[in-house]
């Protein structure tokens, strides 16, 4: 009991530190924005100095005496009210404060690019099983072309599942049990994506996984089987269907019961304006059903994960940028070609680690909340922009006393010094307003 509790221990603080690494790896990136910020205080600065000079030579020829102690004061007082404090601290801070944000409501991000492309999303494609749905799905029907071979075929189907990482096949091993394995062990094995498994056992070619998988291997299904399909189908099961190399063994009927908040999310997406498009390798009626539950309008079922990406880089070359959430393995390669990807942290790793965004909750109202804080981080970004340009604008002007013919006042440079530092000190307060800001 004590040495469980002491690896669940060490896992769950590798996790945290593997957690807070990842975040500190995304408020150390720069997004976009930043670079192009970092060329104008390229041109910047060196402008700057020109100024500076110019007034350096315009007070100490023209200027009353002394002259040169008014050109001197002048010139220092451009040099530190012009210091690019506060725009270097624009989007660093705001960034650092819109992570960290993320990070107290489970969402993880990878990089500052794609906190920023988020609030661009203009198609966000959402995966069904485990994204919309539970993710745990249970078997509600079955056929067996042989009752009286039942357990025998449940034995060679359990050996076969226990090889797939899909919910669908933990819901069959939660049906048939787990003993499979220690009576059969597969020579050979081959994970279709987005079909199913095809499996040696003595020397016998076994398949387990979707309609597409029989099809395509010419599996015979008798006149029982396709009727009961078309009634599975009608009642918007998923199916899963066990075969050898010739006929059909067994099918079961697999329901997964549609996320509590998911229509809410839905909703939520719709009202910023955004339409919602669910991409499924699962049936039509199963999609269908999910989407009417869930007020998805646009859908396409019986999707490979290649035909994902097609679909994808289509959007793309429209122009329009996308977003992809998913979790399983099928997904991984969708989540890693759109512009943003968000993976649902209770599916696999690879999907996690193809996403910019990992969402720690499998609520789907953590994909409205990702979208939110990334408008709020920009928002917050452009906000402390201006500020730093219209605070340089006015600034330098006054530093370099073009108000004294008026008021026959020097700006003291101790005063330049402080309005410097007061202008970082907006930059860094609006930031921080992140921190408080509510996401739901």
């Known amino acids: 009991m004590s040495e469980n509790w002491e690896l669940k221990n060490i896992w769950q603080m590798a996790n ?55 050109a001197f004061n002048t010139t220092i007082s451009i ?26 409501n489970g969402i993880l991000i990878r990089n500052a690019k794609s906190l920023e492309l988020a609030m661009k999303t203009q198609v966000p494609l959402i ?34 599942e226990s090889l797939s990482t899909h919910p669908l096949a933990a819901a069959i091993l939660k049906e048939v049990g787990r003993k499979g394995s220690k009576y059969f062990e597969p020579e050979e094995n081959e994970n279709i994506s987005g079909k ?6 003595q020397g016998k070619t076994m398949l387990a996984g979707s309609m597409a998988l029989l099809e395509e291997n010419n599996i015979h299904m008798p006149d029982e089987l396709l009727q009961l399909i078309g009634q599975w189908k009608e009642e918007g099961y998923s199916m899963v269907f066990f075969t050898d190399d010739s006929k059909a063994l067994a099918a079961f009927a697999i329901a997964d019961a549609t996320k509590e908040d998911a229509a809410k999310a839905i909703l939520s997406i719709r009202e910023m304006g955004i339409e919602v498009a669910l991409l499924t390798g699962d049936n039509e009626s199963s999609a269908s059903r999910v989407a009417a539950q869930t007020g998805i309008t646009e859908y396409t ?43 649902m942290a209770s599916g696999s790793d ?35 922009l201006f500020w730093a340009f219209f605070y340089n604008i006015i600034a330098i002007p006054v530093a370099a006393e073009v108000l004294y013919p008026f008021t026959g006042i020097l700006l003291d440079p101790m005063i330049a010094g402080a309005a410097m530092a007061l202008s970082s000190v907006m930059v860094v307060t609006n930031s921080l307003r992140l921190r408080k800001m509510k996401l739901s």
């Open 16 to 70: 945290a530190a593997q957690i807070i690494a990842m975040v500190e790896r995304a408020q150390a990136s720069k997004p976009p924005v930043q670079k192009l910020v970092d060329k104008i205080a390229g041109i910047f600065v060196p402008i700057v100095i020109v100024l500076a000079l110019l007034t350096f030579l315009v007070w100490f020829f023209f200027g009353p005496d002394p002259s040169l102690t008014y």
């Open 79 to 104: 040099l530190i009210i012009a210091c690019p404090c506060a725009l270097g601290l624009a989007t660093h801070t705001a960034l650092v404060a819109g992570i960290g944000k993320g990070a107290e």
């Open 127 to 160: 995966d069904k099983t485990g994204t919309l749905t539970q993710g745990k799905p249970s078997v509600e029907q079955s056929w067996y072309h042989d009752e009286g071979k039942k357990e025998d075929i449940n034995l060679l189907l359990s050996a076969i």
């Open 196 to 201: 199913g498994i095809r499996a040696a056992i």
């Open 301 to 343: 079922a019986v999707i490979m994960p290649e035909e994902k990406n097609s679909y994808i880089r289509k959007l793309q070359d429209q122009g329009k940028t996308v977003a992809t959430a998913g979790d399983g393995i099928n997904d991984a390669a969708a989540l890693a070609q759109a512009n943003i990807g968000l993976a």
């Open 350 to 384: 690879i999907a996690m680690e193809s996403a910019g965004i990992t969402l720690m909750n499998s609520d789907p109202m953590s994909i409205v909340k990702a979208l939110k804080l990334s408008k709020l981080t920009v928002r917050v970004i452009k906000q402390n």
